[in-house]
């Protein structure tokens, strides 16, 4: 059995797997219809559980690192099921408000994730290599399986929608399931030794050096851009008078559009610099600008062909944030001990980036009331940001 879960099919497993590829699609709808819920209540939820998350994924890369990765990655991923389980049944368990019930789970479900998160890149990383795999292998085989999840998750966003309009929670049931499957996969892992006794955390953090910390940042932010832009679309498409149907359409137009991508780019990948990633994310944030032309644009079926363009561009930046971060990330810290640290690190940098994201989104939204310009000014604020980025790496050579 071991022999059969091997490091290439296990993650050949997780990446073609998307995490909520089904739920994500329809998530502020589901906290509208099933848990009732406002979009207030949502950003609260999100924005204070991502806050949370700074408090602990360090500490819990530390223990990841001090003790056994496969079981903090194990424990993390069955607690957050149970979370999602405890969340389905929830309505009729409860009557009344429930914001104080799904902001305790999603609290529970955040730790969670923070202690199973970094352990999985450091694991098949580490299996490949004992395979005698090389990085260049990793890369390939990461980016290829990647490319055949976004098709996956294409065909997932679309159904999404149309099984939300039958029954709201089956989109959260196919998500649990392809969760239990890569379960099932990480019990197959090969358990690490426990770990010789690690640094304090303060000296880790001190030794990193500038360069790796601008990667991490750099790659937080385009995390950032990528999922807190996302969540906009389905609010910004329904303002326009799009049909919701026509957004499962673009969920599916969007993943395939990855799809292409990666297939184009899989074996260039180790070709790409940072400043490649930085330069490509301006342009495309840059061009999200076309939507102020949406007001003159006839008819719901040639405003939605527009928008789709526009917010497929986007996925670019998706591309560089999921599907080329671990690769990354991985080659910058080959000779290090404290790789889950350094991801732990990492998704630190990304929550507190999307947390703030979130709380701006909502104070812009209820200044403007509006979800477009609240998206346009958005993504003007990250053009912003990462135009400060290329300057001051350009300046310091981390580019």
């Given at each position: 059995m071991t022999q059969f879960f091997n490091g290439q099919k296990i993650l050949f497993i997780n990446r073609i797997l998307f995490d909520d590829a089904f739920i994500t699609v329809v998530e502020v709808i589901f906290f509208s219809v099933y848990l009732k819920l406002s979009f207030s209540d949502f950003s609260s939820i999100m924005g204070l559980c991502l806050l949370?998350?700074?408090?602990?994924q360090i500490p819990t890369g530390y223990l990841s690192d001090?003790?056994?990765?496969?079981?903090?990655?194990?424990?993390?991923?069955g607690a957050e099921i149970v979370c999602l389980i405890t969340l389905l049944f929830l309505p009729s368990l409860i009557k009344g408000s429930l914001f104080i019930p799904v902001l305790i789970i999603e609290i529970i479900r955040t730790g969670m994730l923070a202690l199973a998160s970094g352990n999985f890149e450091v694991l098949i990383f580490n299996m490949f290599k004992r395979e005698g795999k090389t990085?260049?292998?990793f890369?390939?085989?990461?980016?290829?399986?990647?490319?055949?999840?976004?098709?996956?998750a294409a065909i997932s966003g679309f159904v999404s929608t149309v099984l939300f309009s039958y029954l709201v929670i089956l989109p959260l049931i196919l998500d649990l399931s392809i969760k239990i499957i890569k379960l099932l996969s990480a019990i197959f892992m090969c358990s690490e030794a426990i770990h010789k006794e690690m640094t304090k955390i303060k000296m880790k953090v001190k030794s990193l050096?500038?360069?790796?910390?601008?990667?991490?940042f750099s790659l937080a932010l385009l995390f950032c851009i990528s999922r807190g832009t996302?969540?906009?679309?389905?609010?910004?498409?329904?303002?326009?008078g799009i049909p919701l149907y026509y957004y499962g359409l673009l969920i599916m137009i969007v993943n395939l559009s990855i799809f292409v991508l990666l297939r184009v780019l899989k074996k260039?990948?180790?070709?790409?610099?940072l400043s490649t990633l930085l330069l490509v994310s301006f342009a495309v944030l840059t061009f999200q600008g076309v939507l102020v032309i949406e007001h003159f644009i006839p008819g719901n079926l040639f405003r939605f062909l527009i928008v789709a363009i526009i917010f497929s561009s986007m996925q670019i930046i998706r591309l560089f944030s999921e599907g080329l971060s671990s690769y990354f990330i991985n080659t910058a810290i080959k000779d290090r001990d404290d790789k889950t640290t350094i991801f732990s690190l990492y998704s630190t940098m990304a929550q507190l980036l999307l947390s703030a994201s979130f709380f701006l989104m909502g104070v812009v939204q209820g200044g403007v009331d509006n979800y477009l310009m609240t998206y346009l000014y958005i993504s003007a604020i990250f053009v912003l940001i990462?135009?400060?980025?290329?300057i001051f790496g350009k300046g310091k050579k981390y580019v």
């Open positions: 949370i998350s700074l408090l602990v001090k003790f056994d990765r496969k079981l903090m990655l194990v424990l993390g991923n990085e260049k292998d890369m390939e085989k990461s980016a290829s399986y990647f490319s055949i999840g976004a098709i996956i050096n500038h360069k790796l910390l601008f990667l991490l996302f969540s906009l679309y389905q609010p910004v498409m329904t303002s326009l260039k990948v180790s070709l790409f610099k990462i135009m400060a980025l290329g």
